[in-house]
Nanobody, 126 residues
Framework: QSQLVQSGGGLVQSGEHLRLSCATS????????IAWFRQAPGKGREGVAY????????YYADSVKGRFTVSRDNGKNTAYLQMNNLKPEDTAVYYC???????????????????WGQGTQVTVSS
């Protein structure tokens, strides 16, 4: 059973927005760093965004900078990925993942993450 529960996603048109959620009842997002990855059909997994309150860092893939934002509600232990101005190339299955603070570790290296959400489909039509 996934320890990270994702929600959100769906089918939207180009230029529209969506918000993905990633909730955990076991891990404090004040401490654990969170990242969002995506995998499009026939492509490898791609790091999209990263945020760590503990480290005081956040990173975004160039392809989503200015359009996607990671936020969190620590009281609800839930993180969000707000996706604005969506494009057809954003179509993918999106995953959240968490890891303890790892200063200097490559944020978009999936193997450094301990727990993963179940994934949610985002489809953007042109």
């Amino acid at each position: 059973q996934s320890q990270l529960v994702q929600s959100g996603g769906g089918l939207v048109q180009s230029g529209e927005h969506l918000r993905l959620s990633c909730a955990t009842s076991e891990y404090s997002l004040d401490y654990w760093s969170i990242a969002w990855f995506r995998q499009a059909p026939g492509k490898g997994r791609e790091g999209v965004a990263y945020s760590s309150t503990y480290e005081g860092t956040s990173y975004y893939a160039d392809s989503v900078k200015g359009r996607f934002t990671v936020s969190r509600d620590n009281g609800k232990n839930t993180a969000y990925l707000q996706m604005n101005n969506l494009k057809p190339e954003d179509t993918a299955v999106y995953y959240c993942a968490i890891r303890p603070p790892k200063y200097g570790a490559n944020w978009n290296s999936g193997i450094t993450y301990n727990y993963w959400g179940q994934g949610t489909q985002v489809t953007v039509s042109s």
